[in-house]
């Protein structure tokens, strides 16, 4: 089983001594963040881009934009012994759902991030 974390992509490159064109500054950029989550133990799974709806002006209106986020994962520090309990009597083995650790996103793009929908799975009423 695995926890996941998803951070905003880097929207801009950084100037770089000795790298001349946007695509290998932006490379740079990339490896850093990748990099830098990989030394807390966490592992490039993809990045996205999802639709984000906005608050737009005090009237109420609405922007619709993209949003890019990384993905990682590491595997959680489960006892193999002793299953958890995570909710309702479910144990680790009977959830087929990832656990989303929405501590990690700043604040503004919190508020563009879906939370996902569960389903039951057939019998499961």
Same mark, same amino acid.
């Given at each position: ?15 770089? #001594?000795?790298?001349?064109? &946007?695509?290998?500054? *932006?490379?740079?950029? $990339?490896? @850093?963040?990748?990099? =830098?989550? /990989?030394d807390e ?21 609405? #922007?619709?934009?993209?949003? &890019?986020?990384?993905? *990682?994962?590491?595997? $959680?520090? @489960?006892?193999?012994? =002793?299953? /958890?309990?995570?909710?309702?009597g ?17 604040r ?18």
């Amino acid at each position: 089983m695995y926890e996941y974390k998803v951070i905003p992509a880097p929207a801009r490159a950084e100037k770089v #001594r000795g790298l001349k064109t &946007t695509a290998e500054r *932006f490379a740079h950029v $990339l490896t @850093l963040a990748i990099n =830098a989550e /990989a030394d807390e133990g966490w592992e490039f799974v993809r990045t996205e881009t999802l639709p984000c709806e906005e608050r737009k002006g005090l009237m109420g209106g609405t #922007r619709r934009s993209t949003e &890019t986020v990384m993905i *990682f994962r590491r595997p $959680l520090d @489960l006892d193999e012994d =002793a299953p /958890a309990t995570l909710a309702q009597g479910e144990t680790v083995g009977d959830r087929r759902e990832p656990l989303f650790r929405p501590d990690a996103l700043s604040r503004a793009s919190a508020a563009c991030r879906a939370e996902p929908r569960l389903r039951a799975q057939d019998g499961e009423r």
